[in-house]
């Protein structure tokens, strides 16, 4: 008796459980793929290798769409890496508080799309024409910010009129999303928060890293040049 013929005689799970371990088996036995036919979601049967290209396409898709999201999260973060590494450029080169403040706006307006840009230092107020960048620790204001400070972490979304007054001024109506950024170090305390009047650029939802590691470019640069005042 041949092998097709002994299968024949077998109960279904038994040919299940053959198939399952001799896969080859319609290599050598081509003319049972061409004569085999299973149902199709549409109600028409379609044969085994119809089935298999179809499953195999399917797989295809799959893959290349896995492969796709891949390659667009290796270009966001290419692109991130690039912005960041414009900040660090533009940081560095600034040798005065004026400087640096006027270097962040254009960074962020050219690099990271935003309109507008606060930074608020706690602290006295060193002979400097920014007095606007120092507010004192005991400012009421800063209640404004306890969630951001307390936790150390950045909060994007809408903010409140008063934390907009705040940061932003006479802009703060025009403010509809935004980053709110702690900088919190042994030497300096404060906040930077980057504005938009886009509602869906800074959503809830944005990820903490690069804004976290902005606020360490841009406090780190900070720091030095309050050194660099205090010395003078």
Not at 32 to 49: C, F, N, T, Y
Not at 158 to 166: D, I, K, N, V, Y
Not at 182 to 190: E, K, V, Y
Request: charged share 20%; aromatic share 6%; hydrophobic share 45%.
């Amino acid at each position: 008796m041949n092998e097709t013929a002994q299968i024949s005689s077998l109960s279904e799970a038994e040919v299940v459980e053959y198939l399952g371990r001799h896969p080859e088996f319609f290599h050598s036995h081509l003319d049972l793929l061409e004569r085999m036919w299973i149902p199709h979601p549409s109600g028409d049967a379609i044969s085994l290798i119809a089935k298999q290209l179809e499953l195999f396409r399917v797989k295809h898709q799959e893959q290349e769409n896995q492969l796709n999201a891949l390659i667009d999260i290796a270009r966001e973060n290419d692109a991130a890496f690039s912005r960041m590494h414009e900040l660090t450029l533009a940081m560095l080169e600034a040798n005065s508080l004026e400087e640096a403040v006027a270097n962040l706006t254009d960074v962020m307006a050219e690099c990271f799309i935003t309109d507008f840009v606060a930074v608020k230092i706690v602290g006295a107020c060193p002979d400097s024409p920014l007095s606007n960048l120092f507010v004192a620790a005991d400012d009421a204001n800063l209640k404004l910010f306890n969630q951001e400070m307390t936790t150390n972490q950045p909060k994007c979304g809408r903010p409140t009129l008063a934390q907009a007054r705040f940061l932003f001024g006479d802009a703060a109506v025009e403010v509809k999303s935004c980053a709110i950024i702690p900088m919190a170090f042994t030497q300096l305390d404060g906040l930077l928060a980057i504005g938009s009047r886009d509602e869906g650029r800074f959503h809830y939802s944005l990820g903490s890293l690069f804004l976290t590691q902005m606020s360490e470019i841009v406090g780190t640069r900070l720091i030095s040049l309050l050194s660099q005042l205090s010395r003078q």
